[in-house]
């Protein structure tokens, strides 16, 4: 059974910085392209970056580029999101997700990041 | 960017009633469209990729069609557990983008 488990959310500081992490089980970690994907509250579904399955390359949208960086580490089945600079436009429940082709076709449970003075 | 507009915003249907979403890009995403059903409080789960190709354990009364810039899903008997917000999303070109949400309760 594929799961995904991110940890590392939480209330932050306007420009400070926040690491997140994803744990993958279940299948071929270094196989599969993964994501970060964001929802505001009560608001809709907006991806934020992609890494290849490699780490060979990755992506961002132009809202958070320059400030946050997404990582893997496949010996350790381990998907990363470093956020720095936070800003309040940045609240929101962030969910990694394998990434297949053009489609998620697995979501973790999501992790809070909340960011207010 | 390319734009994904859901229609309707919100419907309520009837047990066993058909319910149809739509999605229209901005340009032609070539197929490249997936839908997803989220609940209250849990994560999305995909429905559909590829436009019309149903994901591994979905329920047969879930069907996607469409191509160019028109999409749709359809629910063929509405259940119960079908209560939720189902998105559109194109992963043609990055950014990948959503559709903004239809929410769908049950009358």
């Known amino acids: 059974e594929v799961q995904l488990v991110e940890s590392g959310g939480g209330l932050v500081q306007p420009g400070r910085s926040l690491k997140l992490s994803c744990a993958a089980s279940?299948?071929?970690?270094?196989?599969?392209?993964m994501a970060w994907v964001r929802q505001a509250p009560k608001k809709g579904l907006e991806w934020v970056a992609t890494?290849?399955?490699?780490?060979?390359?990755?992506y961002y949208r132009d809202s958070v580029k320059g400030r946050f960086t997404i990582s893997r580490d496949n010996a350790k089945s381990t998907l990363y999101l470093q956020m720095d600079s936070l800003r309040s436009e940045d609240t929101a429940t962030y969910y990694c997700?394998?990434?297949?082709?053009?489609?998620?076709?697995?979501w973790g449970q999501g992790v809070m990041v909340t960011v207010s003075s | 960017d390319i734009q994904m507009t859901q229609s309707p915003a919100s419907l309520s249907a009837s047990l066993g009633e058909t319910v149809t979403i739509q999605c229209q890009a901005s340009?032609?995403?070539?197929?490249?469209l997936a839908w997803y059903q989220q609940k209250p409080g849990k994560s999305p789960q995909l429905l559909i990729y590829?436009?019309?190709s149903l994901q591994d354990g979905v329920p047969s009364r879930f069907s996607g069609s469409g191509s160019g810039t028109q999409y749709s899903l359809k629910i063929s008997s509405m259940q119960t557990e079908d209560e939720g917000v189902y998105f559109c999303?194109?992963?043609?070109?990055?950014?990948?983008?959503f559709g903004a949400g239809t929410k769908l309760e049950l009358k």
């Open positions: 997700a394998t990434y297949n082709n053009y489609y998620f076709d697995y």
């Open positions: 279940g299948f071929t970690f270094s196989d599969y392209n």
């Open positions: 890494i290849i399955y490699d780490g060979s390359r990755t």
């Open positions: 340009e032609d995403i070539y197929s490249g």
């Open positions: 590829g436009a019309s």
């Open positions: 999303q194109q992963g043609l070109k990055y950014p990948d983008t």
